[in-house]
């Protein structure tokens, strides 16, 4: 007796733990196993049906009450677990809506910092005066904004010039401490002009409003007025910001026609018109930084004076056509007997000077002899007219305490020797 009430307590406490806390799976099996256990008593002899019915219904009874008191006992946390979920889901949606906008929030912080800084690049541009500088400047802003293999300029000065390439590799620019340091190194930057940069030049000496862009970089050209002016040749960028490239390489060449147009109007006047060397104020001008740099390094520099003897005879005998023309071919020259670094000028009338860098007293006569020998051994043509000239140059050469006004008279004061002893003659200034 005793074992049949512990077998059915164990029983019925099966029933009602698997409903309560087992799984649908579980319930399921239950479910299963308590009709399988009533057909298996069933047809079994000896056991009277009625009881066994009696006892399976009463089982089923308490498999389903175990499921409802489930589901009363934990209706409160299904509630609150149906809350939650909800809660879960809209706290998940608001993440995904903050990420997404803090990523959108992000994306506008960079395109602020990349517009700042093209800000700031634009604005190095607008201060520089010169062209290769402004280069440089560029291609640090290319490098921050998209990255490119090389960016080449072409300049191409009146003909028959030979046009002066700049070009600059993302690897030597991010080899740079900084853009001074290839600016020290200006020959590093020098380029050619390959066969591809020559079918691109072509085309653009062909098209004022010449302009090409492709997925591997982009080219334009400058024109100023009649005259192609510059190419730039951008290669292997990521045009993924073509906006903001389109308008920095715009302003790269507004900046280069500004650059050029500043050139022209600084060289119309600091360049005498007739002879095309420099005015007077701007020999003046270049001999005192010289002479404030050979005073800063111990060093040495002389000025010649020139003057075309009896040129007033000249213009009074042919006329002042050909006397302008023989003034253009003394500057020529006097140029040609120079060096590059070397400066001359039109002090006056028929009177140049030339600024030789460098140059103590013993050169300096030998270069004005240099001249003078050329001037007398030229035969110059004036339209129908050929005549000789002759020239008498000062040489000074300056000392520790004189000025650049000092200088110019004590190369006077020896022209004016030179004259007073026959002319077509060099005479040096004792200082």
């Known amino acids: 007796m005793w074992r049949y009430l512990i077998l059915n307590n164990i029983w019925f406490a099966l029933l009602f733990l698997a409903q309560f806390f087992g799984n649908r799976r579980s319930r399921i099996f239950m479910r299963f196993v308590i009709v399988f256990a009533l057909c298996l008593l069933l047809f079994r002899a000896g056991v009277d049906p009625f009881v066994w019915f009696f006892y399976g219904v009463f089982s089923w009874v308490v498999f389903q009450s175990a499921g409802r008191f489930r589901r009363w006992a934990l209706l409160p946390a299904m509630v609150l677990n149906e809350e939650l979920e909800i809660v879960s889901k809209q706290f998940k949606a608001k993440k995904e809506l903050w ?13 602020a910092e990349s517009l700042s800084y093209l800000y700031d690049k634009i604005k190095e541009m607008s201060q520089s005066l010169d062209s290769l500088e402004t280069f440089v400047i560029l291609g640090e802003a290319l490098a921050k904004l998209t990255g490119f293999e090389t960016i080449k300029l072409i300049e191409l000065p009146d003909a028959p010039a ?102 022209r109007v600084e060289m119309l006047a600091t360049t005498d018109s007739l002879t095309a060397v420099c005015v007077r104020r701007r020999l003046v001008e ?16 002389s000025f010649l004076m020139i003057d ?8 009074d005998h042919y006329g002042h056509l050909v006397g302008d023309m023989v003034l253009k071919q003394v500057a020529e020259t006097i140029k040609k007997n120079i060096r590059e670094v ?26 004005a002899e240099r001249i003078r020998r050329s001037m007398a051994e030229r035969q110059f043509q004036a339209y129908d007219e050929r005549l000789a000239v002759t020239v008498s140059i000062g040489c000074a050469t300056v000392s520790t305490s004189m000025n650049a006004g000092q200088l110019v008279e004590a190369a006077d004061a020896a022209l004016y020797q030179a004259k007073r002893q026959g002319r077509n003659r060099v005479s040096v200034a004792v200082v």
């Not at 990420?99 to 395109?111: C, G, I, S, T, V």
């Not at 700049?166 to 390959?194: C, F, N, P, V």
């Not at 009338?349 to 860098?357: D, K, N, P, T």
């Open 342 to 367: 070397d400066l001359v000028g039109r002090y006056g009338g028929e009177e140049f000077g030339a600024l030789l860098i460098e140059t103590d007293t013993a050169s300096a006569q030998m270069v």
């Open 99 to 111: 990420q997404k906008k803090n990523q959108e929030d992000e994306l506008l912080r960079h395109e």
């Open 308 to 315: 075309v003897d009896h040129f007033k005879s000249v213009n």
């Open 162 to 263: 030979v046009p002066v390439v700049h070009e600059l590799s993302l690897a030597s620019l991010e080899g740079a401490l900084e853009w001074s340091e290839l600016m020290s190194h200006r020959d590093r930057l020098k380029g050619e002009i390959y066969p591809s940069d020559k079918s691109i030049l072509d085309r653009m000496l062909a098209d004022r409003s010449f302009s090409e862009n492709s997925d591997s970089g982009t080219a334009q050209g400058l024109w100023i007025g009649d005259k192609p002016t510059a190419l730039f040749i951008l290669r292997g960028a990521s045009l993924g910001r073509r906006e903001l490239i389109s308008i920095l390489i715009g302003r790269f060449l507004s900046e280069i026609q500004r650059i050029k147009l500043y050139e």
């Open 286 to 301: 270049r001999l005192e930084e010289e002479m404030e740099r050979s005073r800063r390094f111990g060093l040495q520099c």
